[in-house]
């Protein structure tokens, strides 16, 4: 066969180069109802991002702060480009690579050996460019492979994007504890105030005969059930600021922590029910796992490939001389040709192992994927509970604080007129006390529910995550 023979039947062999073993991805079915459970209302068009969702400039600029400096969000921008140069590697392998190889050989022989009878040295020396072992993809082999390693690309950058809205959500909620606390120990502090004043008139009342045991005693004890409470929320504190300082991943300056009441602290934008299940495919951790399904899928054509034969081609072009000084010159032109073809006939069930292999990861892609939705949708349909149940639950402590107070008033008025001991005024005021502390909590756990369903959204309504441009 000639060389221009030849290199038409390698041509050919590559338009033939499209036959496709992978199996081709099926439609999935969502397992999970249309719609979620409670609620209704429309979707609106708009992309929510943080920007968005969490207005405060104080917050805004510790989320900017820990997208730079949190180390897990670092670890996950350094996983994205090493799998970047992963998928380069593989995608490579589709074109044949062209190196120079420059070379220079001197050899004695002896007398016995030159075939003269005199000892010879001899000398080569050559200049080529070429290529090596290049893979024909008749198979579709190379390819698979390319198309692996570009899934698991987009799959490592969704990941990123969904480490950031983790942290974007956890960074909120743990700001959101520093107000609770904040406004916690402050009510603590000015109730300890206001109390160890009554205890001062209580005791001089007491010295004079004027006031009972029981009513001293019982104010001690609402002075020092303020003192254990404001130990306790300086502890909590404490442990909201180490929180804060390990998500931004650097202390956190004094100016930036939270300075609001916990009802004007975070202005979320209103979160629309009754949305589709199939929004549930854009979060990020989904369309992670749908890409590496897609993965699995180019894995089983790898795989396939397997059992049919590979053909490689090695060429150079370039000159050879024996003399340094001639290695240029006309006529010293040298090329050479070597194709190779490998066939599998007998690996003990290598092949068929591994294919089998592969078709049980796509298998296992295929349900955890599904499971993955199916989580979602609970976790989605949990929040959206939450975020009712926790805006009912306020509504009732509102007006539970609100009959709190009006008891104390009315107590602390009829203890002025002679009508009460004071022993009312203090339980009155003991459980006014304990509704304010009530209505921080229920106002944080709503605030709460609320970061939380913008996480498990994946960051906002119709977000669309773009991947690389690396194909």
């Known amino acids: 066969m000639s060389v221009k023979t030849f290199t038409l039947s390698a041509i050919a062999l590559v338009v033939l180069s499209g036959c496709q073993l992978a199996p081709e991805q099926k439609d999935i079915t969502l397992p999970v109802p249309d719609a979620y459970a409670s609620g209704a209302g429309q979707a609106q068009e708009a992309a929510l991002k943080w920007q968005q969702f969490f207005s405060d ?7 900017t702060q820990s997208l730079e400096y949190n180390k897990d969000m670092q670890i996950a921008v350094l996983n ?44 080569q020396y050559s200049a080529t460019v070429g290529i090596t072992s290049y893979e024909l993809d008749i198979w579709g082999k190379v390819r698979n492979q390319s198309k692996q390693a570009l899934q698991n690309l987009y799959s490592t950058e969704l990941s990123q994007y969904s480490t950031q809205v983790s942290l974007v959500a956890e960074l909120a909620n743990a700001w959101l504890n520093y107000a609770a606390d904040q406004q916690l120990l402050k009510l603590a502090q ?12 209580t005791q001089k009342s007491f010295d004079l005969g ?75 951790d989904i369309k992670a796992a749908e890409h590496l399904l897609l993965a699995a899928n180019a894995n089983i054509g790898i795989a396939r490939a397997a059992f049919y034969p590979s053909i490689s081609l090695t060429a150079n072009a370039g000159t ?31 092949n068929q192992a591994r294919l ?17 939705i199916q989580q979602a949708f609970r976790e989605v349909s949990d929040a959206l509970a939450d975020r009712q149940g926790y805006q009912e639950q306020l ?23 002679g009508a009460d001991s004071y022993l009312q005024v203090l339980d009155a005021q003991r459980t006014w006390y304990s509704a304010q502390q009530q209505n921080i909590v229920g106002q944080q756990a709503l605030l709460a529910s609320k970061i939380s369903l913008y996480k498990v959204v994946g960051g906002g309504w119709d977000q669309n995550v773009k991947t690389s441009q690396a194909k």
Do not use: C, H
């Not at 799998?83 to 220079?104: H, T």
């Not at 000015?190 to 205890?199: I, P, V």
């Not at 009732?396 to 009315?410: C, G, V």
């Open 356 to 372: 089998d292999v592969a078709q049980a990861d796509q298998e296992i892609a295929l349900v955890t994927y599904q499971q993955k």
């Open 210 to 284: 004027a006031a009972s045991k029981i009513t001293l005693e019982q104010l001690r004890s609402t002075v020092a059930t303020a003192k254990v409470d404001i130990a306790t929320y300086k502890r909590l504190l404490q442990r909201d600021k180490n929180a804060l300082d390990l998500l931004v991943g650097k202390p956190v300056a004094s100016d930036l922590l939270p300075s609001k009441s916990l009802d004007s602290l975070l202005s979320l934008p209103a979160i629309p029910v009754g949305l589709p299940s199939d929004l549930l495919t854009q979060r990020p």
């Open 190 to 201: 000015d109730t300890l105030t206001s109390q160890q004043e009554s205890l001062s008139l």
């Open 320 to 350: 050879a001389s024996s003399d340094l000084s001639d290695l240029f010159d006309a006529g010293s032109g040298t090329w050479s040709f070597v194709p190779s073809v490998s066939l599998p006939i007998f690996n003990m069930g290598r």
């Open 395 to 417: 509504d009732a402590l509102d007006m539970l604080l609100k009959s709190r107070q009006s008891t104390f008033d009315l107590s602390q008025a009829r203890y002025d007129n």
């Open 80 to 123: 994205v480009q090493r799998v970047r140069g992963l998928y380069q590697i593989e995608d490579s392998a589709l074109y044949p690579s062209l190196d120079f190889n420059g070379s220079g050989t001197r050899q004695r022989l002896p007398a016995d050996l030159s075939g003269t009878g005199d000892a010879a040295i001899s000398s």
């Open 57 to 63: 400039k104080k917050l805004q600029s510790l989320i």
